[in-house]
């Protein structure tokens, strides 16, 4: 099958006190919608930040501003630049988050507006096998992925969702006490771990695994192929 990871297998790393993060945490903003319903924003403001340190034309003043002492970003510069991406692209923040189309119009906002030759596409009713190939597709471009574990549907009132996994001297352990729904995450890699793929993603500063088996069961029982998908990002890099 193949294990594949993008370019830079750190994706993005803020110091944060004395821990080193694996991309952005909605959880240090100071705005309580965004605490509760930023992750959409974070995973877009952290993509924009890995392209465009992975292709210097995809440079822009804003992210040129966020100090990197020691390779490590700067978090209150980082959490400047979530604001500056929130108020400048995001047309508008749900209390629960934003949807899949408006992480594609958000996307599609800021490449238009800083003359990037990308395109954003809210991918929909998707199968196991074609959702799985887009996204190893991307991350051999070397393009993060935006991934959705979308509401319970029709009944949101549910609480089935997905096990988050932490690698614990090589063995997966399931890391949190309840189970995700409604959430989005940055998948950086596929990887293959006892015979099933995992996804490799980054979600609230963290380094987690998703068994691609148990999400996609997840999605076909519970979270519907409109809101548990992907942001395809076109165009050539």
């Known amino acids: 099958m193949g294990d594949v990871f ?3 297998k750190d994706y993005i790393r803020i110091k944060n006190m004395n821990i080193v993060s694996y991309g952005g945490n909605q959880a240090w903003c100071k705005s309580k919608r965004m605490q509760k319903a ?19 034309n995809m440079m822009t003043e804003a992210i040129r501003r966020i100090n990197k002492p020691n390779g490590l970003y700067n978090k ?29 119009f958000a996307m599609n906002r ?30 051999r471009k070397n393009k993060p992925v935006v991934l959705s574990i979308g509401p319970n549907i029709p009944k949101v009132w549910e609480k089935e969702g997905i096990p988050f996994y932490v690698n614990k001297d090589g063995i997966l352990r399931e890391s949190l006490k309840h189970r995700v729904k409604s959430h989005f ?18 979600s609230w ?8 088996e148990e999400y996609r069961e997840y999605v076909n029982k519970h979270g519907g192929k409109i809101t548990s998908s992907i942001l395809y990002i076109k165009g050539l890099i």
């Open 110 to 139: 800021y490449f238009l507006l800083n003359d990037i030759g990308l395109k954003a596409k809210w991918k929909i009713f998707l199968s196991d096998e074609a959702m799985l190939k887009d996204i190893k597709h991307l991350i």
């Open 38 to 56: 930023g992750c959409g924003v974070i995973a877009l403001a952290d993509i924009s930040i890995y392209l465009a340190e992975q292709n210097p």
């Open 6 to 8: 993008l370019t830079n």
């Open 205 to 212: 500063g963290k380094q987690y695994y998703i068994n691609y």
């Open 76 to 104: 209150n510069d980082y959490l400047e630049y979530v604001k500056f991406f929130y108020s400048h692209f995001v047309i508008f923040l749900f209390m629960k988050g934003m949807t899949g189309f408006g992480m594609k």
């Open 185 to 202: 995450v940055v998948v950086t890699g596929v990887t293959e771990i006892h015979g099933q793929e995992y996804l490799l993603v980054s």
